[in-house]
């Protein structure tokens, strides 16, 4: 039998298309362990966002003019781009939005004021970003419906045991969740919890947000209804994401921003509402930095996504392995092989914000905070946490540094 080795990426030679790379952070060279907030930008994608600008910017939908037809034309091949990423069956499923703040509020605002009234569930988890449970929250207000939340174990993860529970407490009509979460890396049973939404007549919401950048997606195996995410975290532009949602639904939903060109007919009596996708693209739309995704996309898919995945896995195995072995420190969430390449801790009493800074002078960045999961630190029993991201640009000897930098903070602050 063939053996096949996982696909390999090299994160040495990658780095020398990511410009910021080539600075150096109170002298030291720059290791940036904080990809899960944001990525950095590879030249590729810096270059597309200048030749598009120099050669092919114009408003989209709106001129007959060679530049307008050129900037439309290449506007919907990222959407094009967009929808072959994530496997959905017609580019007509993905909305370009802000990101996937966006997406999930348009969901929870377009779907949820509509559809949800008392004695309906919305079901979100302790693990969710509050992109994915504010939204939520503030809509069940709004109609009546009750929030429940599913809990996590002690690995932090999902138990899935309290959904019969759930169910037998009223009209479950939305379960939303992350594919990937963002404080502790935990990798979610998207596929189990779509096909228990579904059963219970629920739509399946998928925050992508830490998934897409980092794994391959294929919306239509996951089962789900709607999937969000964004560029900035995938090598791509800030201020621009997409939602993935099932044609079906995006067709019969209301939409969400109304003005400009998402119209079919103004009268002053009444208006009517275009085709989707562009029913709910309102105004003019981040057209550059679409482009910019679309060329992201491209930078991802050719380094391969497996080899991405793989590639993390690697750096979180090796990370948890070092860091385990810092003397007081408190690491969160499940093991190498359930996790993406986040990796949350605590280093004894010391302020999360006095690592950060102590590990910022040896130029080394890393996260502090609640990492807008207010419910999870509450669960955890913690105000905030550290975490290290990686992406595929990460080498090891930047998590030795960082081992390096926790050893130098417990003596700063013994
Ligand atoms: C899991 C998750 N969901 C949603 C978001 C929000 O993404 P954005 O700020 O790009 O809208 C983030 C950003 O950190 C995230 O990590």
């Known amino acids: 039998m063939a053996v096949t080795s996982p696909p390999k990426l090299d994160a040495r030679k990658l780095r020398a298309d990511f410009p910021i790379f080539e600075q150096q952070i109170h002298g030291k060279p720059l290791a940036y362990l904080d990809s899960a907030v944001s990525t950095h930008k590879p030249r590729p994608v810096l270059e597309k966002l200048t030749e598009f600008y120099e050669t092919s910017y114009a408003n989209v939908h709106r001129g007959v003019y060679t530049l307008s037809e050129r900037s439309t034309a290449e506007y919907e091949g990222a959407r094009q781009k967009l929808a072959q990423f994530v496997n959905a069956r017609s580019e007509r499923e993905i909305i370009f939005v802000r990101g996937a703040t966006e997406g999930l509020n348009l969901v929870a605002y377009a779907w949820g004021l509509v559809n949800l009234g008392p004695g309906d569930l919305v079901v979100v988890t302790e693990l969710e970003h509050h992109s994915n449970f504010v939204p939520w929250q503030y809509i069940a207000g709004r109609t009546g419906a009750t929030l429940k939340m599913i809990r996590l174990d002690d690995n932090g993860e999902l138990d899935l045991s309290v959904l019969d529970s759930i169910a037998a407490e009223g009209r479950v009509k939305v379960v939303a969740n992350n594919l990937v ?35 391959a997606v294929d919306v239509q195996a996951l089962g789900c209804d709607f999937f969000a995410f964004s560029a900035h975290k995938m090598c791509g532009p800030t201020s621009v ?166 050893h130098k903070a417990r003596k700063v602050f013994a």
């Open 181 to 215: 979460s963002n404080a502790l890396g935990t990798i979610n049973p998207i596929e189990k919890l779509s096909a228990w939404a579904h059963e219970q007549g629920a739509i399946m919401v998928v925050d992508g947000a830490q998934a897409a950048p980092h794994k």
């Open 241 to 406: 994401g997409a939602l993935w949602g099932r044609l079906d639904l995006l067709e019969s939903m209301e939409p969400f921003n109304l003005g400009g060109h998402m119209i079919r007919k103004v009268t002053f009596e009444k208006t009517t509402w275009g085709e989707v996708p562009a029913k709910y693209e309102a105004g003019t739309q981040p057209i550059a930095e679409a482009v910019g995704f679309g060329a992201a996309v491209d930078y991802v898919t050719a380094v391969g996504l497996e080899a991405i995945e793989a590639h993390e896995h690697e750096l979180t195995a090796y990370a948890l392995e070092k860091l385990a072995d810092v003397p007081g420190i408190k690491l969160y969430g499940p093991p190498p092989e359930r996790r993406a390449g986040i990796v949350s801790f605590n280093l004894g009493e010391i302020h999360p914000h006095d690592v950060a800074q102590v590990l910022d002078s040896d130029g080394v960045a890393i996260r502090a905070g609640h990492h807008c999961c207010q419910p999870l630190m509450h669960k955890l029993g913690v105000a905030a946490t550290n975490r290290a991201s990686f992406y595929l640009y990460t080498l090891p000897e930047e998590i030795d540094r960082l081992v390096d930098g926790l």
